[in-house]
C-alpha cells in the first residue's frame, strides 16, 4: 500500500511538471485541464485547491484560453502577449504544481512548486519568446500564426499526455526542458568573439 501510495504521489507530481510544461506553451490552457480533472476526480487537488474546480472559475479560465489562443493570432499583439505570459506561465506554473503536492509545510510545498512548475514553466516559456523573436526577425511576422499553432497544439498534446501517462512523459519532458535551460542560457551567456587587431605592416 505505501508502494501504491508513492506510485500516486509521484504520478501526480509528474503530471503536475507537465502541466508546467504546457502552462509554458499557453497559460490558461493547463489550468483549465486541471480544474476539470480536479472536477472529474482524474487528479486529487488539495483542499485549498477546491476552488479551481468550481463552475464560475472553470468558466473564467475557459474564456481567458479562448482569449490566450486567438489573440496569438493578431500580429504585434502576439508579442506583447509574450511579455505577459512570462510571469504568469511561472505563476501558473508554481499554482499547478503546488495544487498536486501532499500536505506540507507552505514554505517547502510553494518552494517546490515554484522550482519544479514555475521553473519548467519559466524555460518552456523563455524558449518560445526568443523563437517567436527569430520568426518575426526572420519573416515579418509571416510564420508567426504557424508558430502559434504549433505552440497551441503542443500544449494540448502536453496536457492529453500528463493525463494518461505522466510518469513516462514526465521524464521526457524534464530531459526537454534541460535541454532547454542549456540552449538558453548558451543564448544569454554566449560571448562574442573578440575582434581581432589588424595586423601591423
Known amino acids: ?31 483549465l485541464a486541471l480544474g476539470l480533472a480536479g472536477r472529474f476526480e482524474i487528479l486529487e487537488l488539495g483542499e485549498q485547491f477546491a476552488w479551481m474546480t468550481s463552475e464560475p472559475v472553470l468558466a473564467i479560465v475557459a474564456i481567458a484560453a479562448l482569449l ?33 503536492l501532499p500536505e506540507m509545510n507552505a514554505a517547502t510545498q ?27 526577425g526572420s519573416s515579418g511576422g509571416l510564420a508567426n500564426p504557424l508558430f502559434s ?17 505522466p510518469i513516462l512523459f514526465g521524464i521526457v519532458v524534464l530531459i526537454a526542458v534541460g535541454w532547454l535551460l542549456y540552449r538558453l542560457l548558451r543564448v544569454l551567456f554566449r560571448r562574442r568573439p573578440h575582434e581581432q587587431p589588424p595586423p601591423i605592416t
Not at 4 to 25: E, H, P, V, Y
Not at 87 to 93: E, Q, T
Not at 149 to 165: D, V
Open 149 to 165: 499553432t504549433g505552440e497551441t497544439a503542443g500544449s494540448i498534446f502536453t496536457i492529453i499526455m500528463a493525463l494518461i501517462i
Open 1 to 31: 500500500m505505501e508502494n501504491l501510495s508513492d506510485l500516486t504521489m509521484l504520478s501526480a507530481i509528474m503530471a503536475g511538471i507537465c502541466l508546467s510544461a504546457a502552462a509554458g506553451l499557453r497559460v490558461f490552457l493547463p489550468i
Open 68 to 100: 490566450e489562443v486567438s489573440g496569438y493570432y493578431i500580429p504585434v499583439v502576439d508579442n506583447l502577449l509574450d511579455i505577459l505570459a512570462t510571469p504568469a506561465a511561472i505563476g501558473g506554473g508554481t499554482v499547478i504544481v503546488s495544487s498536486l
Open 110 to 136: 510553494w518552494g517546490t512548486a515554484a522550482l519544479l512548475g514555475g521553473g519548467t514553466a519559466g524555460v518552456v516559456q523563455g524558449s518560445t519568446v526568443l523563437a517567436r523573436g527569430v520568426s518575426t
